[in-house]
């Protein structure tokens, strides 16, 4: 399966999510990426929008190699076969994920400033990103979402390796792939334009989400 954009993927994917609509559920976009991809989803949906801020973490010294993802509210996975596999000890691991923690915690703070946090609590929490290849950014994001003890939660991707989506389910809640595909697939070969998302783009479609009455994303 192919897209456009992260926009057309967002389309298709709430097409299939279309059951979900009476719930009016909480829609999270795995920053960045997810962003444009949720946003549709949230307006097809009727649902609220908003943010999860997520960083990838790269191995030391293999900065194209993913050993996990770290996720806003201490939320962290660490993929203990990468690691292993790669040498790493686990103080360079955590090492690694502090790094990253750092830049979670300075998009949390723009995306956030001057809006309250999303009520997650009692909720149908959707978690929405553009493309999983390890799991690891909905597996670190999971972590910090499952302690605010939502109703139910669902992974929504466009695109996941088998790998990808088996983790997911197997952390316990329900998923939503539109296709699976080979790990060594680069994303362009999923996504036409594969622009990349801005802060300024994720703030764009924050605010347009957040106003008064029916999403003004409709408009």
Not at 112 to 119: A, I, L
Not at 187 to 196: E, Q, T
């Amino acid at each position: 399966m192919h897209f456009f954009n992260r926009q057309e993927a967002g389309a298709e994917l709430a097409y299939r999510l279309r059951r979900l609509g009476d719930a009016h559920p909480l829609v999270l976009g795995l920053s960045r990426g997810g962003m444009p991809v949720a946003a549709e989803v949230a307006l097809s949906l009727r649902g609220e929008l908003d943010a999860w801020a997520v960083e990838n973490v790269p191995a030391p010294g293999s900065p194209q190699v993913t050993i996990g993802a770290v996720a806003e509210e201490l939320g962290i996975y660490l993929d203990p076969h990468v690691i292993r596999s790669l040498g790493i000890s686990d103080t360079e691991a955590m090492l690694a994920a502090s790094r990253q923690a750092a830049e979670v915690d300075r998009r949390v703070w723009q995306y956030r400033h001057g809006r309250p946090e999303p009520v997650l609590q009692g909720r149908l929490v959707v978690m929405v990103d553009d493309a999983s290849v390890s799991g690891a950014t909905f597996l670190a994001a999971l972590q910090a979402i499952a302690r605010h003890a939502p109703a139910r939660w669902i992974a929504a991707i466009p695109a996941a390796t088998a790998q990808a989506a088996a983790r997911i389910r197997g952390a316990g809640g329900d998923l939503v792939c539109l296709a699976t595909v080979d790990a060594a697939w680069p994303l362009n070969r999923i996504y036409r334009d594969l622009s990349p998302v801005s802060d300024e783009e994720v703030m764009t479609l924050l605010h347009l989400a957040t106003g008064p009455g029916p999403s003004p994303l409709s408009h």
